[in-house]
């Protein structure tokens, strides 16, 4: 069935001027760089009405905006590449869509229709296709969003709400390894809360223990469940895998405390594909110490859209560190960043139907 979305013209405000010579590729920063144009739709009491691409800047709100208020808001993560061809490709940009939905969903939001998601993010990436960046490890980073504009102080649903795009040029996000600390502090996220959706709440109840591990000299937090404080969940904003002789762990997603990142699941069905054993399951801090100690871990990872694969070269808890061995060329976090790079830039053949060209 076609999406009417499909269809659709989105009225076009364009730039006088485009900005694209101010880049500065050599010294970008994740995050900071911004496109000439943003694509904007409204939802109002049941219909997504006035969707437009319009030059990038500042949006008035009211003061009693309930999203500033109450944190109705969610994101997405995505990324369009340029092939050796130069054409843009898109990776998993209806999972994204499909995960933005639940997101939704659980914060009492609108779900987005599939094809309106797509039409935004293709028509504006057509439009700002001269900022996609065709050097090696470069990116175009997507952020569609979503946030709730009832103009009243008071919690409920909201009735209205608007959904953005905004794109961003941008490097490489991490650089190197990294190392984690697993908090018995803080929680990220419990049974029946929201850790499953990227709703804004999440990230700003992790800013704060975050300061407090770099302070003492970690990367990332290592979260562990909040029930007991034991099972490994995620890292900031990355799933975790471990390699332990030879076969890959990962946590599982039942409980729903865990975002279930789209570069986990690629990594999972690459590794399945290569017949490499993967267990999604429940893996304890002691456990991971205990392998630690008997030589057992041959590396660990996080994956995740901004740093694809990320190796661990340590991790903390109860104030003892233990080192982790750094995967060499052949290790399996090597190939599968080599991998999936290949393959979200389109330059690899791929069974799963993973990435599409902006047509
Ligand atoms: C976005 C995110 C991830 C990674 O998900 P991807 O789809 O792989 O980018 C992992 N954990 C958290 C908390 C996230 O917000």
Not at 31 to 39: L, P
Not at 40 to 63: L, T
Not at 65 to 84: D, L, W
Not at 129 to 139: D, K, L, M
Request: aromatic share 10%.
């Amino acid at each position: 069935m076609t999406d009417i979305h499909s269809n659709i013209i989105i009225p076009t405000t364009k730039v006088k001027e485009s900005n694209l010579s101010q880049l500065d590729l050599a010294n970008i920063k994740f995050g900071h760089a911004f496109t000439d144009h943003m694509f904007v739709v409204d939802y109002d009491s049941g219909e997504w009405i006035n969707p437009q691409i319009r030059p990038f800047g500042p949006i008035q709100m009211h003061p009693a905006t309930s999203s500033i208020h109450y944190g109705q808001s969610i994101f997405e993560g995505m990324k369009a590449h340029r092939n050796k061809e130069g054409e843009i490709v898109f990776f998993r940009m209806d999972d994204h869509a499909a995960r933005f939905c639940y997101s939704a969903k659980r914060m009492a939001m609108p779900e987005i229709p599939k094809g309106l998601f797509r039409k935004g993010i293709m028509e504006l990436v057509k439009l700002d296709q001269a900022w996609v960046p065709q050097e090696e490890g470069y990116s175009l980073y997507i952020r569609p969003y979503m946030f709730a504009t009832d103009e009243f102080i008071g919690i409920r649903r909201s009735t209205r709400y608007k959904f953005m795009v905004i794109l961003s040029p941008v490097a490489g996000y991490y650089s190197g390894a990294v190392e984690v600390y697993a908090s018995t502090k803080y929680t990220r996220a419990a049974p029946g809360g929201t850790g499953m959706a990227k709703a804004a709440g999440n990230y700003a109840a992790a800013i704060l223990p975050a300061e407090e591990i770099k302070d003492n000299g970690y990367d990332q937090i290592l979260w562990l469940d909040g029930r007991n404080h034991t099972n490994l969940q995620e890292i900031g904003t990355m799933n975790v895998f471990a390699v332990i002789d030879g076969e890959v762990h990962t946590p599982s997603l039942f409980e729903g405390t865990i975002l279930p990142g789209i570069t986990r699941d690629s990594a999972i069905q690459l590794l399945k594909s290569w017949n490499i054993p993967v267990h999604e399951r429940e893996i304890s801090i002691h456990e991971l110490i205990e392998a630690q100690k008997k030589g057992h871990i041959d590396e660990m990872f996080g994956s995740g859209t901004a740093a694809t694969i990320s190796p661990i070269k340590g991790f903390g808890y109860d104030d003892q560190h233990y080192e982790v061995t750094l995967g060499d060329e052949n290790s399996i976090s090597t190939r599968l960043k080599n991998a999936l790079q290949e393959v979200k830039q389109g330059n690899a053949p791929e069974e799963f139907g993973w990435v599409e060209k902006l047509n």
